[in-house]
T-cell receptor, first 113, second 113 residues
Framework: KQEVTQIPAALSVPEGENLVLNCSFTDSAIYNLQWFRQDPGKGLTSLLL?????REQTSGRLNASLDKSSGRSTLYIAASQPGDSATYLCAVRHWNSGYALNFGKGTSLLVTP | NAGVTQTPKFQVLKTGQSMTLQCAQD?????MYWYRQDPGMGLRLIYYSASEGTTDKGEVPNGYNVSRLNKREFSLRLESAAPSQTSVYFC????????????FGPGTRLTVL
C-alpha cells in the first residue's frame, strides 16, 4: 500500500519567510501528485497538481516540485503571509488506484505577523 | 455554480441509528468520492464512483453503503451507526478539466454517541 508521509507535522514561521513543506511516498509508480490546502473546519482546496511526467508546477507564490525516482515532492511558499496559515496536504494517485488518492496527514502551518 | 455541496453540516446520532449523508456536484463530473478524516489518520477513501451506475470500495468501506443516484448525486449511508464512525466526512468529485483535480465539499461533522 502506498504510504505518504509529510514532514514536518507542524511549522510556525514569521511573516515574510520562504518555507518548504515536504512530502514523501513509498511507491514511485504514481500517476500524479496534488497539494491541497485545508482551513480549519473547511473542505480541501486544490493548490497544484503535478503529473508524473512533470518536474514542477507554479501558481503565484507557490511552487511544487516532484522527484519520482526518490519518492519526494516539495511545496515551496515564497514570502509567507498570515493568510497562508492552514494545513497543507499532499495526495498521491497511483497508477492502479482506480483514481483514488492516498493522502499524507498534513503539515499545519502558522504564519505569525 | 456551487461546486460540491454536502448536507447536513453537522449531525449527532446515537449508536445503532441510521442516516444518509447527501452530496451533489454541479460540475458535470463523472467521478465522485467519499472520504473520512480522523485526527492522526489523514483522509481515507470509503467508496468511490467512477461513473454513473458504478460504485467501488475504498480503503475503509465496512459499515457504509453508497448510492450513485444520478450523475450529480452520490449518497453515503450508515445503516447502524457506531462510535468508531465519529468523523468528518468529505465528498469530492473529479473532472477532466485541470488534469485530474479533485474538488471537495465542505464536509459533514458526524458524532456517534
Amino acid at each position: 500500500k502506498q504510504e505518504v508521509t509529510q514532514i514536518p507535522a507542524a511549522l510556525s514561521v514569521p511573516e515574510g519567510e520562504n518555507l518548504v513543506l515536504n512530502c514523501s511516498f513509498t511507491d514511485s509508480a504514481i500517476y500524479n501528485l496534488q497539494w491541497f490546502r485545508q482551513d480549519p473546519g473547511k473542505g480541501l482546496t486544490s493548490l497544484l497538481l503535478i503529473q508524473s511526467s512533470q518536474r514542477e508546477q507554479t501558481s503565484g507564490r507557490l511552487n511544487a516540485s516532484l522527484d519520482k525516482s526518490s519518492g519526494r515532492s516539495t511545496l515551496y511558499i515564497a514570502a509567507s503571509q498570515p493568510g497562508d496559515s492552514a494545513t497543507y496536504l499532499c495526495a498521491v494517485r497511483h497508477w492502479n488506484s482506480g483514481y483514488a488518492l492516498n493522502f499524507g496527514k498534513g503539515t499545519s502551518l502558522l504564519v505569525t505577523p | 455554480n456551487a461546486g460540491v455541496t454536502q448536507t447536513p453540516k453537522f449531525q449527532v446520532l446515537k449508536t445503532g441509528q441510521s442516516m444518509t449523508l447527501q452530496c451533489a456536484q454541479d460540475m458535470n463530473h463523472n467521478s465522485m468520492y467519499w472520504y473520512r478524516q480522523d485526527p492522526g489518520m489523514g483522509l481515507r477513501l470509503i467508496y468511490y464512483s467512477a461513473s454513473e451506475g458504478t460504485t467501488d470500495k475504498g480503503e475503509v468501506p465496512n459499515g457504509y453503503n453508497v448510492s450513485r443516484l444520478n450523475k450529480r448525486e452520490f449518497s453515503l449511508r450508515l445503516e447502524s451507526a457506531a462510535p468508531s464512525q465519529t468523523s468528518v466526512y468529505f465528498c469530492a468529485s473529479r473532472g477532466a478539466d485541470r488534469g485530474d483535480t479533485q474538488y471537495f465539499g465542505p464536509g459533514t461533522r458526524l458524532t456517534v454517541l
